[in-house]
């Protein structure tokens, strides 16, 4: 009996532990957005590789949206290469970040 509930206590401790979700801080991510800048922070700005596309301003985004498209960016499910590169080098916690970062912008 003290073995199951040892192996419960454990198993309970790493599913906590995993579960545990990343806050982002808008404030480390002002070291952060320096790639996103040059092309989510112009009004009106096309990017042209791999073919031309209106790139969105993300400033005011949802954060959950960020972090979402991120990821989606970083497992290949969205195609666009120059963000999959970007999004590849970031980890959890910089993604949390850069989208508490641009949620609190106007």
Not at 25 to 38: E, H, L, R, Y
Not at 62 to 86: F, Q
Request: one cysteine or more.
């Amino acid at each position: 009996m003290k073995k199951l509930f040892a192996v419960l206590a454990l198993a309970s401790l790493a599913n906590s532990a995993v579960s545990a979700e990343v806050v982002g801080d808008a404030k480390a991510a002002a070291n952060k957005v320096a790639m996103c800048i040059g092309c989510h922070g112009i009004p009106g700005y096309k990017a042209t590789f791999p073919e031309v596309y209106q790139v969105p301003m993300i400033g005011g985004q949802n954060a959950k949206y960020i972090i979402n498209a991120l990821n989606a960016y970083k497992k290949g499910e969205r195609s666009h290469p120059t963000m999959r590169g970007i999004a590849e080098s970031m980890s959890d916690q910089d993604i949390a970040d850069v989208a508490a970062y641009y949620s609190q912008q106007k």
